[in-house]
C-alpha cells in the first residue's frame, strides 16, 4: 500500500490536471464544431466516466477517469457556459451567468460541509453529481444550436 499511497492524493489533482491541460485549446472546438454538439458530446462522455468512476475499485482506472473528468471540464465551464449564456435573453444574461457562477462554487463549498458534518462515504455525493450529468447529457441533445455560432458561420437558414 506503501508504494500506491502517492495515487491516493492525486486522486484530488486529477480533474485539476486535467482541466489545465486542455484549457487553452479545446474550447476552440465549440467555435469549429457548435456548442450544442461539443457540448453534448462533452456531457456524455463526462457521464461515462463518472459511470467508470462508480463502478471501478482500481485506483488507476479512478486517477484516469478523473483526469478525463478534468479535461472535460473545459467543455462544461468553458463551452457550456458561453452555449448557456448565448441561449438566454441579452436581459437576462448578467443575472444568469452570476447566479450560475454562484451555484457552481456553492458546489464545493456544500461538499465540503458535508464531509465535514454528514459523512465520510464519497459515493452519495458522486451519485448526485451522476443523477445532475445524466439530466445534462440526456437534454443537451435536444437543445437548439447557439444563435451566435450559427450567425458566425453563415447559418442563416437554421438561425431562422
Avoid at 479535461?71 to 452570476?98: C, D, F, Q, W
Avoid at 451555484?103 to 454528514?118: E, G, N, Q
Wanted: charged content about 15%; hydrophobic content about 50%; glycine content about 8%.
Amino acid at each position: 500500500m506503501c508504494e500506491e499511497s502517492w495515487k491516493v492524493g492525486l486522486l484530488g489533482s486529477a480533474i485539476f490536471i486535467g482541466w489545465a491541460s486542455t484549457l487553452l485549446w479545446v474550447p476552440r472546438f465549440g467555435d469549429q464544431y457548435g456548442r450544442k454538439t461539443v457540448f453534448a458530446v462533452g456531457m456524455s462522455l463526462n457521464l461515462l466516466m463518472y459511470t467508470i468512476m462508480m463502478w471501478t475499485r482500481d485506483i488507476n482506472v479512478m486517477l484516469i477517469s478523473l483526469f478525463i473528468q478534468g479535461a472535460l471540464t473545459s467543455v462544461r465551464m468553458n463551452i457550456g457556459y458561453l452555449y448557456m449564456l448565448e441561449l438566454m435573453p441579452k436581459h437576462s444574461r448578467t443575472s444568469v451567468g452570476s447566479l450560475y457562477g454562484v451555484m457552481d462554487s456553492s458546489i464545493y463549498l456544500l461538499a465540503t460541509l458535508y464531509f465535514w458534518k454528514v459523512s465520510k462515504d464519497w459515493y452519495f455525493v458522486c451519485l448526485m453529481g451522476f443523477m445532475l450529468n445524466l439530466l445534462c447529457a440526456i437534454t443537451s441533445w435536444f437543445l437548439p444550436e447557439s444563435p451566435s455560432y450559427l450567425l458566425e458561420t453563415g447559418k442563416i437558414a437554421e438561425l431562422e
